[in-house]
């Protein structure tokens, strides 16, 4: 039996509360709920979960604050078995995200990134956690120049950098360089444009239809399977993480391991708490063998 893979993941860790109602406001409306719930979430965390839960060890880098939100958010990634050695703890508040989810599953989303924010400086033992590691995994809800530093060092080592840059925004060049393998959403896609063709691996998530794969051996695309939809919160970092998990696999196994995660990730409420295992995964594509993601 081969060693599952190590995967650093570098990013932010939030508090998700969570409304649902019928239909969202219009500006200036107010509706009334049908239900609240507070559920660990964060792109990083989720990913990080995710990662965990197909199979790979986890070690995470990333920062909460000391309010209350702080220790429910270290224990989501303890008890589901991902390092926290790295998750520092700073002065003021965690992340939280203002989530609203409607009766078709679609969501608003508006993060305050609180510790997040403050999370800007790698020291020694950050970057030896990164070096050390056979995939970094990145998205952008944390200070771009972290992100920068990290991707700098993984790259140095041979770690493979695997960036979701997500929320998009302007990133230097010197970031790109070192990107191996990119995860945008079709809207990502058509925004960032020709930046993408530097990369070598490049993966388009399109939802319910699926994803694209384009990279040194041509192009493909990987339908997702068909589930009932409850909430599409965290399904991209459901299929992120679970994407850095397989990922040793090649990437047309890798692809539909992710699509499958991100699908089941859609059929219950709330980010962390919807992201699949392992044993759920292999069941849905029918392959007992990929049951453990060897
Ligand atoms: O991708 C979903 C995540 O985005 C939520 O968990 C929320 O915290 C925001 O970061």
């Known amino acids: 039996m081969t060693k599952p893979p190590e995967?650093?993941?570098?990013?932010?860790?939030?508090?998700d509360l969570v409304s649902v109602t019928t239909r969202r406001p219009e500006p200036g409306e107010t509706v009334l709920g049908t239900g609240f719930s507070l559920v660990p979430g964060g792109k990083g965390a989720n990913q990080a979960l995710a990662a965990r839960r197909?199979?790979?060890?986890?070690r995470f880098l990333g920062a909460v604050g000391s309010d209350l939100f702080a220790p429910p958010l270290r224990q989501v990634l303890t008890e589901a078995g991902v390092d926290t050695a790295r998750l520092r703890s700073l002065p003021g508040p965690s992340g939280v995200a203002s989530?609203?989810?409607?009766?078709?599953?679609?969501n608003t989303i508006i993060v305050t990134p609180g510790a997040n924010g403050g999370f800007d400086g790698l020291?020694?033992?950050?970057?030896?956690?990164?070096?050390?590691?056979?995939?970094?995994?990145?998205?952008?809800?944390?200070p771009v120049d972290t992100v920068t530093a990290a991707a700098r060092r993984a790259r140095a080592a041979g770690t493979v950098v695997l960036l979701n840059p997500s929320p998009a925004r302007a990133l230097p060049a010197e970031l790109w360089r070192d990107v191996d393998v990119a995860v945008v959403n079709?809207?990502?896609?058509r925004s960032l444009g020709g930046v993408l063709e530097s990369?070598?691996?490049?993966?388009?998530?399109?939802?319910a239809q699926g994803a694209d794969y384009r990279g040194p051996e041509g192009r493909s695309h990987v339908p997702s399977p068909r589930v009932e939809v409850v909430d599409t919160t965290g399904a991209g970092d459901a299929f992120t993480g679970a994407l850095a998990a397989a990922w040793h696999r090649g990437p047309e196994r890798a692809l539909a391991w992710a699509c499958a995660a991100g699908a089941l990730a859609t059929t219950r409420l709330g980010a962390s708490s919807s992201i699949p295992d392992a044993r759920r995964i292999g069941r849905l594509l029918g392959d007992t063998t990929s049951e453990s993601n060897r």
């Open 7 to 15: 995967v650093a993941v570098l990013g932010s860790i939030n508090m």
């Open 54 to 58: 197909s199979g790979a060890r986890v």
């Open 99 to 106: 989530i609203v989810v409607d009766a078709d599953g679609e």
């Open 123 to 142: 020291d020694a033992d950050d970057l030896a956690c990164v070096a050390a590691a056979d995939i970094l995994l990145c998205q952008l809800e944390i």
């Open 186 to 189: 079709s809207g990502e896609a």
């Open 199 to 207: 990369v070598p691996h490049v993966v388009v998530t399109r939802g």
